[in-house]
């Protein structure tokens, strides 16, 4: 009986190396990895791999504004990717589980920007997909994150800036 042998994935072992940088506190050379995976990732490329990609970007950003964008780049991806192509990379969660962690980051950058409107509706949307996470590490870092982002958008409900937000400028 022969098996197929699974080669890996040269685009996630980038992403990889990216995110332990971050992981490390490298911010700069982390953002250095995820920028040239990118300018190897065509506009109609990989889902998948665009949302691992952005997802991970967004997190070493220092600039929230910077941050949301690739948060928002994550977001529309996951909306393009297969629960196949996800196993055919290794997740065994269906790609409904990526949702909860992608509105809690959503949620968080919004709150830091001020716009309390979209970080609500993004905590509630994370909360109406956690259901779809494992009872793992994983399932609860993310449930506790957005325990936390319910936290401090509870207590800043009343706080919102006068005017037009930050990011509408």
Do not use: K
Not at 109 to 134: F, I, M, N, P, S
Not at 141 to 157: H, K, M, N, P, S
């Amino acid at each position: 009986m022969s098996e197929t042998i699974q080669q890996p994935d040269p685009v996630m072992a980038a992403i990889g190396r990216g995110m332990e940088l971050g992981q490390r506190g490298e911010r700069d050379a982390a953002r250095r990895v995820f920028a040239g995976v990118w300018d190897g990732l065509s506009e109609d490329g990989d889902p998948f791999h665009i949302c691992a990609l952005a997802h991970s970007m967004a997190d070493v950003q220092d600039d929230p504004r910077e941050e949301l964008v690739w948060d928002l780049r994550a977001l529309e991806a996951a909306d393009l990717v297969s629960d196949e192509r996800a196993r055919r990379a290794g997740v065994a969660s269906p790609v409904a589980a990526f949702y909860p962690s992608l509105h809690l980051n959503l949620g968080d950058v919004y709150r830091r920007l001020g716009e309390w409107d979209l970080a609500r509706e993004h905590l509630a949307r994370g909360l109406d997909a956690v259901g779809t996470l494992g009872d793992d590490g994983y399932g609860q870092l993310i449930r506790g994150g957005l325990d936390r982002l319910a936290g401090r958008v509870a207590e800043r409900v009343d706080d919102r800036p006068e005017g037009p937000g930050p990011s509408s400028a």
